[in-house]
């Protein structure tokens, strides 16, 4: 039987867009667990479970970095989300919460204040240059990573995290309109915990 074709074509109503019929689970794809996981998210974005658990013979570590490339992905629509209300203007330092600023290092050795759509902005294509690395990030990769791409991606997901903590603190409607829609920080907290990948700081409380 033919695969079900994973594709938009041209005319597709705007209410099927994404909806074709999820295959079973192919480990030796380029992209199968990518689109499992988005899969997953389509399906139901409140099984925060079922979206983080690894299908078997899945290796820990492409099942982190995939997860950070969706998550990755995601925040740029949560930016997009925050331009009316995040400018330059409005926030123009990176800030989350009383006590909490963060300088960004896309600028060279030394660390700037830029502002918060800025930092936002700038350190998520700096990431996504980073984990499309192929000298450490081989696609696709089904084993595991070396210790330098572990740590690389913890400190993604540390960098991050601090938009989601800008968004939850300073643009509070916005940041929980899309985290309704999406799960997002819910999932990344899941995944951050699971695999200890680093300290969310400041902390936040989404129920």
Request: glycine share 4%; aromatic share 12%.
């Amino acid at each position: 039987m033919a695969e079900p074709r994973r594709r938009n074509l041209p005319g597709t109503p705007q209410g099927e867009i994404f909806k074709w019929k999820s295959s079973d689970f192919k480990a030796d794809g380029h992209y199968s667990v990518q689109e499992w996981i988005q899969d997953k998210i389509r399906s139901d974005p409140t099984d925060i479970k079922a979206i983080c658990k690894p299908p078997e013979h899945v290796h820990k570590h492409e099942w982190i970095y995939e997860h950070i490339r969706q998550i990755i992905i995601e925040l740029n629509a949560l930016v997009v989300s925050l331009q009316a209300s995040c400018t330059g203007s409005s926030c123009p330092k990176m800030t989350a919460g009383e006590g909490f600023e963060f300088l960004s290092a896309c600028y060279g050795a030394q660390p700037q204040m830029v502002s918060a759509v800025d930092y936002a902005c700038h350190n998520i294509d700096f990431h996504v240059a980073i984990i499309n690395k192929t000298k450490n990030f081989p696609r696709p990769n089904h084993d595991a990573l070396g210790k330098k791409a572990m740590k690389e991606l913890s400190d993604v997901a540390k960098r991050l995290y601090r938009i989601i903590a800008h968004a939850y603190f300073h643009h509070k409607e916005e940041f929980m309109g899309f985290e309704f829609a999406t799960g997002l920080y819910k999932r990344f907290a899941h995944l951050n915990e699971t695999y200890k990948l680093t300290s969310f700081t400041p902390a936040i409380k989404v129920n």
